[in-house]
């Protein structure tokens, strides 16, 4: 049984989609801040992620938050999977799940507030590159989401 969590890791490490529970939130679709200028190419997406669950074993976190627009909309939902490397410092992968696509991220976690590369979409952000910043935001399990795709 303590392979379990071994499997999952590597499912998300590989990108490759998960099976959402009866838990899970649902979306709102197309309810996603989104400003973009044609002509180059580029994006922001701010939300605001809400933890709903964070779950820590020897060696990895896994951290899923739930996604809200600026009026508080349920527009998506987050998986974060964080491998210890010392006391201070996660490599982690995740992907950002919103109505019309996915964006997987991955990097280095040293804090609360931290920056990840956004390594590929799906749909709407097929090929995305940028970066996703993450910062506390009020409450302790809120924070707020700041992507800015090139591409």
Wanted: glycine share 10%.
């Amino acid at each position: 049984m303590r392979t379990l969590p071994l499997i999952v890791g590597l499912l998300i490490l590989l990108g490759l989609p998960l099976l959402a529970t009866a838990a899970e939130p649902t979306v709102t679709p197309d309810t996603t801040t989104l400003e973009t200028s044609a002509n180059l190419g580029r994006a922001t997406i701010v939300v605001t992620g809400t933890a709903s669950r964070f779950t820590r074993s020897w060696g990895y976190d896994v951290r899923r938050a739930a996604l809200k627009d600026r009026h508080g909309r349920l527009v998506g939902r987050s998986h974060l999977l964080c491998f210890l490397i010392s006391k201070a410092e996660r490599d982690c992968r995740g992907v950002y799940v919103f109505p019309r696509g996915h964006l997987m991220v991955a990097g280095i976690v040293q804090a609360n507030s931290y920056a990840l590369a956004v390594i590929g979409g799906t749909g709407l952000y097929d090929n995305a590159r940028g970066a996703v910043r993450v910062s506390p935001s009020g409450a302790l399990a809120n924070h707020r989401v700041f992507f800015q795709l090139v591409g």
